[in-house]
């Protein structure tokens, strides 16, 4: 029977059909797609170690998968619940401590202060302050209620994100191959190389954001032990963690240090713990500084290829407009829009693809290692 192919422009219109309701499509559900980019950069984060697993052992990439996401949910969810009731009551004596301070402030400021003979009256600031403290106290349970509330959304959210990351995990191999695989033969090697350079670049972005982590954990223990605080290299490996977290992540790390601060003071040096504190805050701005204005845009412009003026201000701008999801992709996104882009340009000017092929290297079409990789999972069972 013969079958009669469609036109090329209506090809075209086909396709320009498909990707107008795709982009409408997107931006309706736009409110779901952050727990699914969210579940994807955690799948993109933990999926070396499964490569890992599965070219050093026996393990199928399904054991390999599932021994890898179920040890990071255990560190995950384990390590803030165990340490949660300590920090919790740490929390409640330094509220209690700031509390009584904002009191004594308060008495000191109700009586008269003469200096010079000068009487100054400070009882008017003072009654602000203390009708300040009654409507903050006073709204608390309301607070609490709508925390409760955003806590449940939350939660609901998490296991969302649970639940992706581990689908995009234990199957995203055989969804590239088939996706690839769908397109015909003589441009599956093509499509291939691109997810390759476009794999690269993330590569070296992760890459970039571990020697970030790695500096800025060793320059905050170093900064927390000259000051002398107690559980300097904990708050130094605390602060390179969280450093992957743009602004709320080393804040955090400022916090616990500040918070430390202000219950032990300093090992060696005979201040206050106020004024270590202080000393703590000051530091942490100082670093913190150095870290987002000149480090975080070297270290991310030379992992990705990107101009250090590029990445700072894509970081500030992507942070005002789509908050810490947007400084943390920001990068790698455009890293790859630019490949991608740059493919389709030469291929529209009738240019070869890539600008330096590498005519050594063997690419196994999709729909071959997807079977070879099976075959091998299951003699492995």
């Known amino acids: 029977m013969n079958e009669k192919k469609w036109s090329l422009p209506l090809r075209y219109l086909a396709l320009g059909f498909l990707l107008a309701g795709g982009v409408i499509g997107l931006w309706y559900i736009r409110s779901v797609l952050q727990p699914l980019i969210i579940a994807a950069f955690v799948a993109y ?71 010079s003979g000068i009487s100054i009256d400070l009882s008017q600031a003072a009654s602000q302050l203390a009708q300040f403290r009654s409507s903050f106290l006073g709204t608390l349970p309301e607070q ?78 170093v900064a927390w032990t000259i000051i002398g605080i107690p559980g300097a290299l904990v708050l130094g490996v605390i602060a390179g963690f969280l450093t992957l977290i743009p602004d709320v992540g080393p804040f955090l790390a400022a916090f616990l240090a500040v918070v430390v601060a202000l219950l032990e003071g300093s090992i060696w040096i005979p201040w206050s713990n106020i004024f270590v504190a202080l000393v703590v805050a000051g530091v942490y701005l100082l670093l913190i500084g150095l870290k987002n204005f000149w480090l975080r845009p070297y270290i991310m412009g030379r992992s990705v290829h990107m101009p250090e003026a590029l990445v700072f201000i894509s970081i500030i701008m992507s942070t005002m407009l789509w908050g810490i999801l947007g400084a943390l992709l920001i990068i790698p996104v455009l890293a790859s829009m630019a490949i991608f882009f740059d493919y389709l340009r030469r291929r529209i000017l009738g240019m070869v693809p890539f600008p330096d092929p590498d005519p050594e290297r063997k690419i196994e079409p999709p729909a071959t290692r997807l079977k070879s990789r099976t075959r091998r999972e299951r003699e492995q069972k």
């Open 45 to 115: 984060l933990i999926n070396p170690f499964v490569n890992l697993l599965m070219n050093h052992t026996r393990l199928s990439r399904k054991a390999s998968v599932n021994l890898v996401f179920y040890i990071t949910l255990i560190l995950t969810v384990g390590t803030p619940s165990t340490l949660a009731p300590i920090f919790f009551d740490e929390f409640k004596q330094v509220f209690t401590d700031l509390l009584n301070i904002y009191n004594q402030l308060i008495d000191w400021m109700m009586q008269p202060l003469v200096i």
């Open 144 to 221: 609490a209620l709508q925390l409760l509330e955003s806590t449940s959304l939350g939660a609901l959210w998490v296991i969302v994100v649970m639940v992706a990351t581990y689908y995009f995990l234990s199957e995203w191999p055989g969804l590239r191959a088939r996706l690839i695989g769908s397109f015909p033969d003589p441009y599956q090697d093509e499509l291939n190389e691109l997810y390759q350079r476009v794999r690269m670049v993330w590569m070296n972005y992760l890459r970039g954001q571990l020697l970030l982590m790695l500096i800025v954990g060793v320059v905050f223990t």
